[in-house]
Protein backbone atom coordinates (compact mmCIF):
# COMPACT_ATOMS: atom_id res chain seq x y z
CA UNK A 1 0.00 0.00 0.00
CA UNK A 2 1.53 3.60 -0.74
CA UNK A 3 1.12 5.94 1.65
CA UNK A 4 2.04 9.89 1.95
CA UNK A 5 5.01 10.62 4.40
CA UNK A 6 5.85 14.12 5.59
CA UNK A 7 9.59 14.58 7.02
CA UNK A 8 9.83 18.08 8.67
CA UNK A 9 14.03 19.00 8.56
CA UNK A 10 16.20 18.58 5.25
CA UNK A 11 19.33 17.65 6.70
CA UNK A 12 21.19 14.49 6.41
CA UNK A 13 19.00 12.29 8.72
CA UNK A 14 15.45 14.24 6.79
CA UNK A 15 16.88 13.79 3.38
CA UNK A 16 18.43 10.11 3.81
CA UNK A 17 14.91 9.09 4.89
CA UNK A 18 13.42 11.01 2.61
CA UNK A 19 14.82 9.28 -0.88
CA UNK A 20 14.50 6.12 0.35
CA UNK A 21 11.10 6.29 1.61
CA UNK A 22 10.08 7.84 -1.94
CA UNK A 23 10.89 4.79 -3.61
CA UNK A 24 7.73 3.30 -2.91
CA UNK A 25 5.55 6.11 -1.41
CA UNK A 26 4.71 9.96 -1.55
CA UNK A 27 7.15 12.04 0.23
CA UNK A 28 6.56 15.66 1.01
CA UNK A 29 10.01 16.88 2.71
CA UNK A 30 9.89 20.34 4.76
CA UNK A 31 12.26 23.28 5.77
CA UNK A 32 11.76 26.36 6.86
CA UNK A 33 15.00 27.44 3.84
CA UNK A 34 13.13 28.67 0.37
CA UNK A 35 16.45 27.81 -1.05
CA UNK A 36 16.56 24.33 -0.13
CA UNK A 37 13.44 23.96 -1.10
CA UNK A 38 14.04 25.25 -3.97
CA UNK A 39 17.41 23.56 -4.76
CA UNK A 40 15.46 20.02 -3.89
CA UNK A 41 12.84 21.13 -6.11
CA UNK A 42 15.55 21.20 -8.70
CA UNK A 43 17.21 18.02 -7.27
CA UNK A 44 19.99 19.57 -5.66
CA UNK A 45 20.76 18.28 -2.46
CA UNK A 46 21.39 20.50 0.53
CA UNK A 47 23.44 17.84 1.91
CA UNK A 48 27.25 16.85 1.18
CA UNK A 49 26.59 13.18 0.19
CA UNK A 50 27.74 12.33 -3.22
CA UNK A 51 25.70 8.62 -3.31
CA UNK A 52 22.56 10.76 -2.87
CA UNK A 53 22.99 13.50 -4.78
CA UNK A 54 23.38 10.47 -7.63
CA UNK A 55 20.39 8.44 -6.54
CA UNK A 56 17.89 11.43 -6.46
CA UNK A 57 19.33 12.42 -10.17
CA UNK A 58 18.78 9.29 -11.58
CA UNK A 59 16.31 7.58 -9.80
CA UNK A 60 12.27 8.75 -10.73
CA UNK A 61 11.49 9.46 -7.23
CA UNK A 62 8.04 10.54 -5.71
CA UNK A 63 9.19 13.36 -3.74
CA UNK A 64 8.91 17.03 -3.56
CA UNK A 65 9.94 20.01 -0.81
CA UNK A 66 8.02 22.78 0.26
CA UNK A 67 8.28 25.33 2.77
CA UNK A 68 4.56 25.03 4.14
CA UNK A 69 4.09 22.52 7.04
CA UNK A 70 0.49 22.20 6.76
CA UNK A 71 0.80 21.77 2.84
CA UNK A 72 3.40 18.59 3.89
CA UNK A 73 1.47 16.94 6.85
CA UNK A 74 -2.42 17.14 5.19
CA UNK A 75 -3.84 13.63 4.76
CA UNK A 76 -0.25 12.14 5.89
CA UNK A 77 -0.09 8.36 7.50
CA UNK A 78 3.26 9.20 8.73
CA UNK A 79 4.85 12.43 9.91
CA UNK A 80 8.78 11.90 10.66
CA UNK A 81 10.55 15.28 12.60
CA UNK A 82 13.88 15.24 11.76
CA UNK A 83 15.18 18.73 13.21
CA UNK A 84 18.42 19.83 15.15
CA UNK A 85 18.64 19.64 18.82
CA UNK A 86 21.25 21.51 20.08
CA UNK A 87 23.20 20.64 23.54
CA UNK A 88 22.93 23.35 25.67
CA UNK A 89 26.09 22.76 27.98
CA UNK A 90 24.82 24.86 30.78
CA UNK A 91 21.48 22.62 31.25
CA UNK A 92 23.02 19.32 29.96
CA UNK A 93 19.83 18.41 27.67
CA UNK A 94 19.08 19.26 24.30
CA UNK A 95 17.20 21.92 23.13
CA UNK A 96 13.88 20.31 22.20
CA UNK A 97 11.55 23.61 21.83
CA UNK A 98 11.33 23.49 17.74
CA UNK A 99 9.90 19.76 18.35
CA UNK A 100 7.56 20.61 20.67
CA UNK A 101 6.04 23.68 18.62
CA UNK A 102 6.10 21.20 15.53
CA UNK A 103 4.16 18.50 16.92
CA UNK A 104 1.51 21.31 18.79
CA UNK A 105 1.03 22.12 15.25
CA UNK A 106 0.38 18.23 13.71
CA UNK A 107 -1.99 17.71 16.08
CA UNK A 108 -4.16 20.37 15.32
CA UNK A 109 -3.65 19.39 11.91
CA UNK A 110 -3.91 15.82 11.21
CA UNK A 111 -5.59 13.86 13.70
CA UNK A 112 -4.60 10.54 12.58
CA UNK A 113 -0.72 9.99 11.43
CA UNK A 114 1.80 8.46 13.54
CA UNK A 115 4.49 11.16 14.63
CA UNK A 116 7.59 9.59 14.52
CA UNK A 117 10.80 11.58 16.24
CA UNK A 118 14.22 10.82 14.45
CA UNK A 119 15.94 13.90 16.33
CA UNK A 120 18.47 12.75 19.12
CA UNK A 121 16.17 13.95 22.37
CA UNK A 122 16.96 13.27 26.22
CA UNK A 123 16.14 9.77 27.40
CA UNK A 124 12.35 9.85 28.51
CA UNK A 125 11.81 12.74 26.34
CA UNK A 126 8.57 10.89 23.93
CA UNK A 127 6.78 9.85 26.59
CA UNK A 128 7.31 13.17 28.42
CA UNK A 129 5.36 14.43 25.00
CA UNK A 130 2.75 11.61 24.66
CA UNK A 131 1.40 13.10 28.55
CA UNK A 132 1.56 16.30 27.81
CA UNK A 133 -0.30 15.96 24.19
CA UNK A 134 -2.52 13.32 25.83
CA UNK A 135 -1.88 10.75 22.96
CA UNK A 136 -0.29 7.52 22.09
CA UNK A 137 0.81 8.68 18.36
CA UNK A 138 3.99 10.02 18.89
CA UNK A 139 7.29 7.51 18.97
CA UNK A 140 10.46 7.67 18.81
CA UNK A 141 12.74 5.78 16.23
CA UNK A 142 16.94 6.30 15.78
CA UNK A 143 18.92 6.95 13.46
CA UNK A 144 23.08 5.54 12.88
CA UNK A 145 23.45 7.52 10.11
CA UNK A 146 27.60 8.35 8.87
CA UNK A 147 27.68 12.29 7.54
CA UNK A 148 28.42 11.88 3.89
CA UNK A 149 26.76 8.58 3.88
CA UNK A 150 22.89 9.06 5.06
CA UNK A 151 21.21 7.15 2.20
CA UNK A 152 23.53 4.61 2.08
CA UNK A 153 23.15 4.07 5.47
CA UNK A 154 19.31 4.16 5.33
CA UNK A 155 19.40 1.80 2.32
CA UNK A 156 21.47 -0.94 4.07
CA UNK A 157 20.82 -0.04 7.95
CA UNK A 158 22.52 -1.88 10.66
CA UNK A 159 19.54 -2.40 11.95
CA UNK A 160 15.71 -0.70 12.78
CA UNK A 161 14.35 -0.12 16.28
CA UNK A 162 11.06 1.68 16.44
CA UNK A 163 9.79 2.92 19.59
CA UNK A 164 6.63 1.54 20.04
CA UNK A 165 4.55 -1.52 19.32
CA UNK A 166 1.23 -0.82 18.52
CA UNK A 167 -0.23 -2.01 14.91
CA UNK A 168 0.92 1.69 13.23
CA UNK A 169 4.28 1.28 14.96
CA UNK A 170 4.80 -2.17 13.16
CA UNK A 171 3.23 -0.76 9.76
CA UNK A 172 6.06 2.09 9.62
CA UNK A 173 8.78 -0.34 11.10
CA UNK A 174 8.29 -3.05 7.97
CA UNK A 175 7.55 0.08 5.79
CA UNK A 176 11.26 1.19 6.34
CA UNK A 177 12.45 -2.46 6.20
CA UNK A 178 10.89 -2.86 3.17
CA UNK A 179 12.33 -0.01 1.71
CA UNK A 180 15.51 -0.33 2.53
CA UNK A 181 18.15 -3.19 0.22
CA UNK A 182 18.05 -5.60 2.90
CA UNK A 183 15.19 -7.10 3.35
CA UNK A 184 16.42 -9.45 6.47
CA UNK A 185 18.05 -6.43 8.71
CA UNK A 186 16.85 -6.63 12.60
CA UNK A 187 13.56 -4.87 13.57
CA UNK A 188 13.16 -4.11 17.12
CA UNK A 189 10.18 -2.73 18.68
CA UNK A 190 10.85 -1.42 22.35
CA UNK A 191 9.41 1.02 23.97
CA UNK A 192 10.69 5.02 23.59
CA UNK A 193 12.69 5.29 26.51
CA UNK A 194 14.49 2.16 25.97
CA UNK A 195 14.89 3.17 21.74
CA UNK A 196 16.48 6.93 23.14
CA UNK A 197 18.56 5.12 25.79
CA UNK A 198 19.87 2.97 22.71
CA UNK A 199 20.73 5.75 20.87
CA UNK A 200 22.64 7.51 23.21
CA UNK A 201 24.76 4.69 25.03
CA UNK A 202 25.30 3.66 20.69
CA UNK A 203 27.06 6.80 20.45
CA UNK A 204 28.85 7.06 23.42
CA UNK A 205 30.34 3.93 23.09
CA UNK A 206 31.59 5.02 19.77
CA UNK A 207 33.02 7.74 21.77
CA UNK A 208 34.79 5.54 23.64
CA UNK A 209 36.72 3.98 21.01
CA UNK A 210 37.68 7.05 19.50
CA UNK A 211 39.10 7.76 22.97
CA UNK A 212 40.58 4.75 23.48
CA UNK A 213 42.60 4.24 20.18
CA UNK A 214 43.71 8.25 20.83
CA UNK A 215 45.25 6.98 24.29
CA UNK A 216 46.87 4.05 22.21
CA UNK A 217 48.65 6.53 19.64
CA UNK A 218 49.27 8.93 22.69
CA UNK A 219 51.43 5.70 23.97
CA UNK A 220 52.77 4.76 21.09
CA UNK A 221 54.06 8.10 19.76
CA UNK A 222 55.84 8.98 23.46
CA UNK A 223 57.54 6.04 23.19
CA UNK A 224 58.24 5.52 19.89
CA UNK A 225 56.07 2.67 19.01
CA UNK A 226 54.62 1.91 15.46
CA UNK A 227 51.06 2.43 16.17
CA UNK A 228 50.10 1.12 12.52
CA UNK A 229 51.28 -2.05 13.71
CA UNK A 230 50.01 -2.13 17.78
CA UNK A 231 46.51 -1.14 16.35
CA UNK A 232 46.36 -3.95 13.78
CA UNK A 233 47.77 -6.65 16.27
CA UNK A 234 44.91 -5.63 18.75
CA UNK A 235 42.43 -5.42 16.01
CA UNK A 236 42.40 -8.28 14.27
CA UNK A 237 41.14 -9.88 17.44
CA UNK A 238 37.23 -10.84 16.42
CA UNK A 239 36.29 -9.24 19.51
CA UNK A 240 37.59 -5.83 19.07
CA UNK A 241 37.28 -5.70 15.16
CA UNK A 242 39.70 -4.09 12.68
CA UNK A 243 37.48 -1.52 12.29
CA UNK A 244 36.91 2.24 13.84
CA UNK A 245 40.20 2.29 14.96
CA UNK A 246 41.71 5.40 13.21
CA UNK A 247 43.92 7.87 15.35
CA UNK A 248 42.48 11.35 15.27
CA UNK A 249 42.55 14.60 16.73
CA UNK A 250 39.45 13.39 19.06
CA UNK A 251 35.81 12.88 18.57
CA UNK A 252 33.98 15.64 17.46
CA UNK A 253 30.91 16.36 15.06
CA UNK A 254 27.02 16.20 15.44
CA UNK A 255 26.40 13.13 17.41
CA UNK A 256 29.30 11.96 19.66
CA UNK A 257 29.99 14.63 21.87
CA UNK A 258 26.53 15.93 22.65
CA UNK A 259 25.21 12.25 22.94
CA UNK A 260 28.14 11.00 25.26
CA UNK A 261 27.65 14.59 27.78
CA UNK A 262 23.72 13.87 28.01
CA UNK A 263 24.27 10.31 28.91
CA UNK A 264 26.39 11.35 31.18
CA UNK A 265 24.11 13.99 32.72
CA UNK A 266 21.34 11.50 33.34
CA UNK A 267 23.88 9.30 35.51
CA UNK A 268 23.54 11.13 38.51
CA UNK A 269 24.73 9.50 41.82
CA UNK A 270 25.08 5.98 39.95
CA UNK A 271 28.83 4.59 38.86
CA UNK A 272 30.00 6.27 35.94
CA UNK A 273 33.31 6.39 35.66
CA UNK A 274 34.24 5.09 32.56
CA UNK A 275 31.27 7.56 30.90
CA UNK A 276 32.92 10.63 32.86
CA UNK A 277 36.81 8.90 31.46
CA UNK A 278 35.15 9.91 27.69
CA UNK A 279 34.91 12.99 28.43
CA UNK A 280 38.23 13.67 30.43
CA UNK A 281 40.55 11.67 27.67
CA UNK A 282 39.02 13.97 24.97
CA UNK A 283 39.81 16.56 26.39
CA UNK A 284 43.53 15.25 27.63
CA UNK A 285 43.91 14.57 23.95
CA UNK A 286 43.66 17.97 23.02
CA UNK A 287 46.73 18.98 25.81
CA UNK A 288 48.95 15.64 24.72
CA UNK A 289 48.65 16.59 20.89
CA UNK A 290 49.40 20.81 21.45
CA UNK A 291 52.47 19.79 23.57
CA UNK A 292 53.47 17.48 20.85
CA UNK A 293 53.16 20.44 18.23
CA UNK A 294 54.88 22.86 20.28
CA UNK A 295 57.88 20.85 20.98
CA UNK A 296 58.30 21.19 16.91
CA UNK A 297 58.97 25.03 17.67
CA UNK A 298 57.00 26.24 14.85
CA UNK A 299 56.21 29.77 14.64
CA UNK A 300 53.00 29.88 11.90
CA UNK A 301 50.59 26.92 11.66
CA UNK A 302 48.64 25.57 9.58
CA UNK A 303 45.58 24.07 9.87
CA UNK A 304 44.19 22.10 6.65
CA UNK A 305 40.74 21.76 7.15
CA UNK A 306 38.15 22.12 10.31
CA UNK A 307 36.16 19.22 9.35
CA UNK A 308 36.32 15.84 11.57
CA UNK A 309 36.36 13.60 8.29
CA UNK A 310 37.76 13.65 5.09
CA UNK A 311 35.33 13.83 2.84
CA UNK A 312 33.09 15.79 5.31
CA UNK A 313 31.83 19.47 5.22
CA UNK A 314 30.86 19.01 8.84
CA UNK A 315 33.24 21.08 11.58
CA UNK A 316 30.82 21.58 14.57
CA UNK A 317 32.48 20.72 17.91
CA UNK A 318 35.70 19.72 15.83
CA UNK A 319 38.45 18.64 17.90
CA UNK A 320 41.10 20.90 16.35
CA UNK A 321 39.66 23.77 17.49
CA UNK A 322 40.55 22.82 20.78
CA UNK A 323 43.90 22.91 19.35
CA UNK A 324 43.58 25.96 17.81
CA UNK A 325 42.79 27.77 20.65
CA UNK A 326 45.66 26.28 23.11
CA UNK A 327 48.31 27.55 20.38
CA UNK A 328 46.76 30.83 20.06
CA UNK A 329 47.64 30.75 23.83
CA UNK A 330 51.00 29.47 23.37
CA UNK A 331 51.76 32.75 20.80
CA UNK A 332 51.47 30.78 17.66
CA UNK A 333 50.09 32.30 14.41
CA UNK A 334 47.37 30.01 12.84
CA UNK A 335 46.56 30.55 9.82
CA UNK A 336 43.38 28.48 8.17
CA UNK A 337 42.73 26.80 4.52
CA UNK A 338 39.65 25.38 4.40
CA UNK A 339 37.33 25.79 1.48
CA UNK A 340 33.98 25.24 2.78
CA UNK A 341 34.36 27.97 5.40
CA UNK A 342 33.71 32.21 4.84
CA UNK A 343 35.12 32.88 8.36
CA UNK A 344 37.25 31.31 11.28
CA UNK A 345 34.98 31.07 14.50
CA UNK A 346 38.47 30.94 16.51
CA UNK A 347 39.40 34.20 17.82
CA UNK A 348 42.62 35.23 15.75
CA UNK A 349 42.97 32.87 13.75
CA UNK A 350 43.61 33.95 9.94
CA UNK A 351 41.56 32.47 7.18
CA UNK A 352 43.99 32.17 3.94
CA UNK A 353 42.18 31.51 0.95
CA UNK A 354 45.64 30.92 -1.45
CA UNK A 355 46.79 27.25 -0.80
CA UNK A 356 50.30 27.83 -1.80
CA UNK A 357 50.37 30.77 -0.14
CA UNK A 358 49.46 28.83 2.65
CA UNK A 359 51.72 25.94 2.45
CA UNK A 360 54.38 28.10 1.77
CA UNK A 361 53.99 30.43 5.05
CA UNK A 362 53.28 27.28 7.44
CA UNK A 363 56.14 26.43 9.73
CA UNK A 364 53.55 22.82 10.47
CA UNK A 365 50.70 22.10 9.40
CA UNK A 366 48.00 20.03 10.96
CA UNK A 367 45.17 17.92 9.67
CA UNK A 368 42.75 15.66 11.54
CA UNK A 369 42.43 13.64 7.76
CA UNK A 370 44.67 13.70 5.24
CA UNK A 371 43.66 14.04 1.16
CA UNK A 372 45.63 14.04 -2.04
CA UNK A 373 45.98 17.74 -1.60
CA UNK A 374 47.79 18.20 1.49
CA UNK A 375 49.94 14.33 0.88
CA UNK A 376 52.60 16.47 -1.15
CA UNK A 377 53.14 18.38 1.80
CA UNK A 378 53.39 15.44 4.32
CA UNK A 379 56.85 16.11 5.13
CA UNK A 380 55.67 19.29 6.90
CA UNK A 381 52.52 18.03 7.92
CA UNK A 382 51.16 16.81 11.75
CA UNK A 383 48.43 14.11 11.90
CA UNK A 384 47.42 11.31 13.75
CA UNK A 385 46.06 9.78 10.35
CA UNK A 386 46.98 6.54 10.24
CA UNK A 387 45.18 4.85 7.93
CA UNK A 388 43.01 7.33 5.85
CA UNK A 389 39.55 5.61 7.30
CA UNK A 390 37.04 6.59 9.36
CA UNK A 391 35.39 3.29 9.10
Partial sequence: MNHKISIIGMGYVGCGNALMLSKNHEVSIVDIDQKKVNDFNNKKLPIDDNYAQ???????????????????????????????????????????????????????????????????????????????FDTKRIIFSPEFLREGHALEDNLLPSRIIIGGSDENSQLFGNLLRE??????????FMGSTEAESAKLFSNTYLAMRVAYFNELDGFCLNNKINTSDVIKGVSYDKRIGNYYNNPSFGFGGYCLPKDSKQLLSRFGNLPHSLIQAIQDSNSQRTKFLVKEILSLSPKIVGVYKLAMKEGSDNSRESSIFGIMNELIKNNIKVIVYDESMQTVIVEKALLERNFKKFTKDSDLIITNRLDEKIKPYISKTF???????DE
Fill in 54 to 132: NFFTSHNLNISATSILEESIEGASFIIISLPTDFDEKTKSYNTSIIESVIKKIIDINEVALIIIKSTVNIGYTESLCKK
Fill in 179 to 188: SSDNSEVPLM
Fill in 383 to 389: TRDIFSS
